[in-house]
């Protein structure tokens, strides 16, 4: 699920985990996510890790003032549908993040947001496998007339750890 909940079960080896993270800082959120291996993770999940950072990719390289919620949300959604997985990416592309973690403007399937310089979002797309495993790479970016500014610096390359 794009959100868990804790519980009791413990993290085992050759797993994949989703570490979601933000603080507040002068009263402003931010909102951060990466995904961590713990050991060697089968075939079909380090696909799933590269097709949501091949997707997450594409999408940062089109966010740019002008650049419409929907618009911006198919384009990871594409890359991740043709690959057999459209049905697995739940939730929209992003959102905005300022004075709340979650405000708009919104990029998902339904925005009728633009994107405006100044505007700072999240990209991160997400595959989850029922049963199996989840996947989320999330930036926050400053949208810029003619890019954006990605204000992340956590590596995006799977990492293991323990």
Same mark, same amino acid.
Do not use: W
């Given at each position: #699920?794009?959100?868990?909940? +804790?519980?009791? /079960?413990?993290?085992?080896?050759?797993? #994949? $985990?989703?570490?979601?993270?933000?603080?507040?800082?002068?009263?402003?959120? @931010?909102d951060c996510t990466r995904t961590f291996a713990t050991g060697d993770i089968d075939v079909e999940a380090r696909e799933v890790y590269e097709l949501v950072l091949e997707a997450q990719t594409a999408a940062l390289e089109s966010v740019r003032a002008g650049a419409g919620?929907?618009?911006?949300?198919? %384009? +990871? /959604? &594409?890359?991740?549908?043709?690959?057999?997985?459209?049905? &697995?990416?739940?939730?929209?592309?992003?959102?905005?993040?300022?004075?709340?973690?979650? &405000?708009?403007?919104?990029?998902?399937?339904? @925005?009728?947001?633009? #994107? $405006?310089?100044?505007?700072?979002?999240?990209?991160?797309?997400?595959?989850?496998?029922?049963?199996?495993?989840? %996947?989320?790479? &999330?930036? #926050? %970016? @400053?949208?810029?007339?003619?890019?954006? /500014?990605?204000? +992340? @610096?956590?590596?995006?390359?799977?990492? %293991?750890?323990?």
């Amino acid at each position: #699920l794009p959100h868990a909940e +804790a519980g009791e /079960r413990e993290i085992g080896a050759g797993e #994949l $985990v989703v570490i979601d993270m933000g603080a507040i800082v002068d009263g402003y959120c @931010s909102d951060c996510t990466r995904t961590f291996a713990t050991g060697d993770i089968d075939v079909e999940a380090r696909e799933v890790y590269e097709l949501v950072l091949e997707a997450q990719t594409a999408a940062l390289e089109s966010v740019r003032a002008g650049a419409g919620g929907k618009a911006l949300d198919a %384009v +990871a /959604r &594409e890359l991740i549908a043709a690959a057999g997985h459209g049905d &697995e990416f739940g939730h929209g592309l992003g959102h905005g993040v300022g004075i709340e973690v979650h &405000e708009a403007p919104r990029l998902g399937k339904t @925005s009728e947001d633009e #994107l $405006v310089a100044g505007d700072v979002v999240t990209v991160e797309p997400g595959v989850y496998v029922r049963g199996r495993f989840g %996947v989320r790479i &999330e930036d #926050l %970016v @400053s949208v810029q007339d003619d890019g954006c /500014r990605n204000l +992340a @610096s956590h590596p995006k390359e799977l990492e %293991v750890v323990g």
